[in-house]
């Protein structure tokens, strides 16, 4: 009997320790490996290519990325009271993602923001770009990395569910130079974070900058206010000026005394209508403070009524503030609900916007040999 049952220890205890050692060694291959880890078919576009929809769940937080435009589709995150709730702007399907619309969720590249005119020149060659945001290119031109499927592959990382999408972008694609490969991991953490970190390398010199174009608005989606009762702090005391066609001036200007002070937390909506123009509000470069390249504070978003807290801390020099200006209410989004002016905000990580014109700008262009790297986190919590 006790031999017996020695035995069935010793084959339980050998089991065990195969099981134990295939997770350490075993690549994620199947979906089965990484808890916290699901994934849907999420329809397929109109050139007939399969969109995958991944779910990634830890902690109080559940986050929804289909390989479409590696587009951050939904969070649900508890309010004060542990309501849980869609804090992003979106389609409940992929046929809205397909549509026009102002880059839901998207990854952007490969070079997010404007480039003046869509021209420039890099180891004394022209380019010339398309003219999608006239008289600029916005967002990496009319197919961008936001109108593309990525492959994906589950990750078996420690830090919770893990998910990486790749894209291979060709040379000359959008105008751009050289054959760039992107890959961003999105990984949700027990500490209610959503993790984003980029890494691209390229075979010609190239200008890049990537960023995640998710709206937020803290209120949820029962809630189809706007989000100029949002408080926000901003890690920067400098800015970059735009003109009219927001494109920045060159200068890196200090905040202080200005409607683009976000040092202290200030509500949104205190001093926008100072933001005068065409369409008005913020939309605006902000030089972060922290100049190391480490993971640092740049933002914090804080919704009074839910109590819902969002910060962003990134390894990034900037972040684009866009105060969801251009919202008109023709994107009728999740569960039917009208995205007017200011429904949504945008905290883009981001190198400077036009930094491919601007010598004084960090330096926004790859090289090959360099490895391109971001880490952006968006952390949830209450109050
Ligand atoms: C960015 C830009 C805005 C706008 C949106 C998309 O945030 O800075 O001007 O183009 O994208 O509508």
Request: net charge neutral; aromatic share 10%.
């Amino acid at each position: 009997m006790n031999a017996f049952a020695t035995g069935v220890g010793r084959a339980h205890a050998a089991l065990f320790g195969w099981l134990a050692l295939m997770a350490i060694v075993a690549p994620a291959s199947a979906l089965g490996d990484v808890s916290g880890l699901s994934k849907m078919d999420f329809g397929k576009t109109k050139d007939g290519q399969a969109v995958e929809l991944y779910t990634l769940k830890n902690g109080k937080i559940t986050v929804k990325i289909a390989t479409y435009g590696a587009t951050v589709v939904s969070i649900e995150a508890p309010d004060k009271n542990g309501h849980v709730d869609d804090v992003t702007l979106g389609f409940d399907s992929l046929e809205g993602y397909l549509g026009e619309h102002p880059y839901f969720g998207a990854t952007v590249g490969r070079v997010a923001n404007r480039i003046a005119k869509g021209k420039f020149t890099l180891d004394g060659k022209d380019y010339s770009l398309a003219i999608n945001n006239p008289p600029n290119t916005l967002h990496g031109g009319v197919k961008g990395f936001n109108r593309v499927v990525w492959k994906a592959e589950p990750v078996q990382s420690p830090a919770g569910p893990s998910v990486r999408m790749t894209y291979v972008s060709p040379d000359g694609q959008e105008g751009y130079p050289g054959k760039m490969t992107t890959s961003v991991t999105f990984t949700v953490t027990a500490n209610d974070e959503l993790r984003i970190e980029y890494k691209a390398t390229t075979d010609k010199a190239t200008p890049i900058n990537l960023s995640n174009h998710t709206y937020f608005n803290l209120g949820g989606g029962s809630s189809d206010s706007s989000i100029l009762d949002h408080e926000l702090t901003l890690a920067a005391s400098h800015y970059t000026p735009v003109d009219d066609t927001l494109i920045p001036t060159g200068a890196i200007a200090p905040v202080v005394g200005t409607p683009v002070d976000f040092t202290k937390a200030t509500s949104i909506g205190a001093r926008i209508a100072a933001m005068t123009g065409d369409p008005g509000g913020y939309d605006h470069n902000f030089a972060l403070d922290s100049k190391t390249g480490a993971l640092a504070f740049g933002a914090r978003v804080y919704d009074p009524k839910t109590g819902r807290v969002l910060e962003m801390t990134t390894t990034e020099p900037g972040v684009q503030f866009y105060s969801g200006n251009f919202l008109d209410g023709t994107n009728v989004g999740k569960k039917g609900r009208v995205y007017k002016k200011h429904h949504g905000l945008c905290l883009e990580a981001q190198h400077f916007p036009d930094s491919i014109h601007h010598a004084n700008f960090p330096n926004a262009v790859l090289k090959p040999g360099e490895t391109y790297t971001q880490t952006t986190v968006y952390k949830f919590s209450t109050r």
